[in-house]
């Protein structure tokens, strides 16, 4: 039987006593132990074995008639559900400490429903695996007011980042991506390269983690090491025309007569989708917009970006059909907007719906 909303807060408002007890056994040693005791697993295992409980009673509450979540832009919108998914966030972020490979798991499977936005930076560095500790030992290696190779085009760079966003246009937010892209640089010298949109990547850690260095810095050294290593070596043009190559064959699987279309006026994708893949669409789309991307990305299989791309494409094809190369070209210059929520969820259908043989570049 579903809870009412009623029975929902009470059961929201009284679980804490639980975590505070688990929490207090993880204390009691007069040293940390570097693993996770016994107990304190068992303490841990069942804290989120009842977590998961209490959500999918939640969940009920909330389910239309056919069993699923409202659609996300509806969510988002939704109070109630809002803080539902703030408490389970928030209960799971506490016990992650206590033992970090089990909870990091519960987060993943939550972070694939949503991730709650007052939380969003506490669990994409969760998700990341980056710690406060970590992040802070990483930051005191590196001096961010040396000069360095790239720091003239960081300064080019940092005028034209995000500058509708308050933080990012401001003094602050110039010194910050400044300090930030000035340590990546040093350290990753040897191995990866700046490459101009590195700045657009950075600027979600930014606006996030504002005024604290040290994690934004940590978060995108991870990211760019998960998801962007190739993109932002010396020599990137090989791995770029595979992302190409994989993309325009996605394209003509899954719409065949707008592939059709654009490969007539010779419109490819090396003429507009290169700053899609070089900085995950954070080159051409508004934070508010990055954010639900990279929350799935984050949590999702390999190769969503295309599938990203692909799902815009289709949102503009009405609009790309009747155009010839150059109006195609003004059309991207100026990119129309484009329904986030309803991108997201054809991409996800189309992952699913595509044959590996297909979907995986060699």
């Not at 998961?52 to 988002?76: H, I």
């Not at 990091?104 to 007052?118: F, H, T």
């Amino acid at each position: 039987v579903a809870l009412s909303l009623e029975q929902l807060r009470a059961i929201l408002s009284h679980e804490t006593l639980a975590l505070e007890a688990i929490r207090r056994v993880s204390t009691a040693a007069d040293a940390p132990s570097p693993s996770p005791s016994s107990s304190q697993t068992k303490s841990v295992a069942a804290a989120l074995a009842r977590l998961d409980r209490q959500w999918l009673a939640a969940r009920d509450v909330f389910v239309s008639r056919n069993g699923a979540l409202p659609p996300l832009a509806q969510r988002r919108h939704d109070l109630d559900y809002q803080r539902v998914r703030l408490w389970l966030f928030k209960r799971l972020l506490r016990l992650l400490p206590l033992h970090p490979t089990r909870v990091r798991k519960a987060l993943v499977l939550q972070a694939k429903v949503d991730i709650q936005p007052l939380v969003r930076r506490q669990v994409w560095a969760a998700l990341l695996g980056v710690t406060r500790e970590s992040a802070d030992r990483d930051w005191a290696l590196f001096d961010n007011e040396k000069p360095g190779p790239s720091d003239h085009q960081i300064d080019l760079d940092i005028p034209r980042c995000h500058q509708y966003h308050p933080l990012l246009s401001s003094p602050a937010g110039h010194a910050q991506l400044r300090r930030v892209l000035r340590c990546w640089v040093a350290r990753n010298e040897g191995a990866l390269v700046y490459w101009q949109g590195i700045d657009s990547v950075l600027a979600p850690f930014v606006a996030l983690f504002f005024g604290d260095d040290a994690m934004a810095a940590a978060c995108l050294q991870a990211f760019v090491g998960r998801h962007l290593a190739r993109v932002y070596r010396a020599d990137n043009t090989v791995f770029l025309q595979e992302q190409l190559l994989l993309f325009r064959q996605l394209l003509a699987y899954h719409d065949p007569p707008l592939a059709a279309h654009l490969h007539r006026i010779a419109f490819a994708p090396d003429l507009y989708a290169i700053p899609w893949f070089l900085t995950l669409f954070t080159h051409i789309l508004p934070l508010d917009k990055i954010y639900p991307i990279w929350d799935a990305l984050l949590v999702g299989r390999d190769g969503l970006p295309q599938f990203v791309a692909l799902a815009m494409m289709r949102q503009l094809r009405e609009q790309l059909l009747p155009l010839d190369f150059n109006q195609s070209i003004m059309l991207f210059s100026n990119l129309p907007a484009i329904d986030i929520d309803v991108c997201l969820a054809d991409a996800v259908a189309m992952l699913r719906s595509t044959p590996g043989s297909i979907a995986v570049s060699k």
